[in-house]
T-cell receptor, first 112, second 115 residues
Framework: GNSVTQMEGPVTLSEEAFLTINCTYT??????LFWYVQYPGEGLQLLLK?????DKGSNKGFEATYRKETTSFHLEKGSVQVSDSAVYFC???????????FGAGTRLAVHP | GAGVSQSPSNKVTEKGKDVELRCDPI?????LYWYRQSLGQGLEFLIY????????KSGLPSDRFSAERTGGSVSTLTIQRTQQEDSAVYLC?????????????FGPGTRLTVT
């Protein structure tokens, strides 16, 4: 079946630290991959996406590369800010209906 | 433009009562999804609409759950005879096609508490 596994949180970092949140997937077919972010008290927002192998999605300083050989889509940011504190969800969609299958979410807390 | 809206934002109900949750998608989005976010189960897909049809209902957890969509727009998720395990945040998303991927835009959710 299709599934997403992401690293457990919480991840606690100091401002300006480097961030990596690991995400691996299992899928039949060729999935599209997504990172969604949920800020405190807000709804889910699409952060970035990649639709085929070796694509790199990027937004707001965050990046993730679709690695078919390792079935991974790790999220990275070179210098985190306090405002990046949120829960991050890795997700995939595959097939014609494009329903999203989410990982469990990783809570990030950034301290000044 | 306006995003996805959901109502009510919060709903507290007694066990055994029926509830209706409403979703207004982004205008022009033909695809609509319902998801559920709970502590124990994370984010789960419930049902997918394309227009007024629901070709994928595979995520509905029991026959107490149903949904409909009218006019290719508003959708209602109904839970009959609510149980405590139904307590969760119910999220609605609508979808547009962007390049090579369908991007889903989420509403703020309805927090359902069953007492």
């Amino acid at each position: 079946g299709n599934s997403v596994t992401q690293m457990e949180g919480p991840v606690t970092l100091s401002e300006e630290a480097f961030l990596t949140i690991n995400c691996t997937y299992t899928a039949t077919g060729y999935p599209s991959l997504f990172w969604y972010v949920q800020y405190p008290g807000e709804g889910l927002q699409l952060l970035l996406k990649a639709t085929k192998a070796d694509d790199k999605g990027s937004n707001k300083g965050f990046e993730a590369t679709y690695r078919k050989e390792t079935t991974s889509f790790h999220l990275e940011k070179g210098s985190v800010q306090v405002s990046d504190s949120a829960v991050y969800f890795c997700a995939l969609s595959v097939g014609g209906y494009n329903k999203l299958i989410f990982g469990a979410g990783t809570r990030l807390a950034v301290h000044p | 433009g306006a995003g996805v809206s959901q109502s009510p934002s919060n709903k507290v109900t007694e066990k055994g009562k029926d509830v209706e949750l409403r979703c207004d998608p982004i205008s022009g989005h033909t695809a609509l999804y319902w998801y559920r976010q709970s502590l124990g189960q994370g984010l789960e897909f419930l049902i997918y609409f394309q227009g007024n049809s629901a070709p994928d209902k595979s995520g509905l957890p029991s026959d107490r759950f149903s949904a409909e969509r009218t006019g290719g727009s508003v959708s209602t998720l109904t839970i009959q005879r609510t149980q405590q395990e139904d307590s969760a945040v119910y999220l609605c998303a609508s979808s547009s096609y962007s390049g090579t991927a369908y991007e889903q835009y989420f509403g703020p959710g309805t927090r359902l508490t069953v007492t």
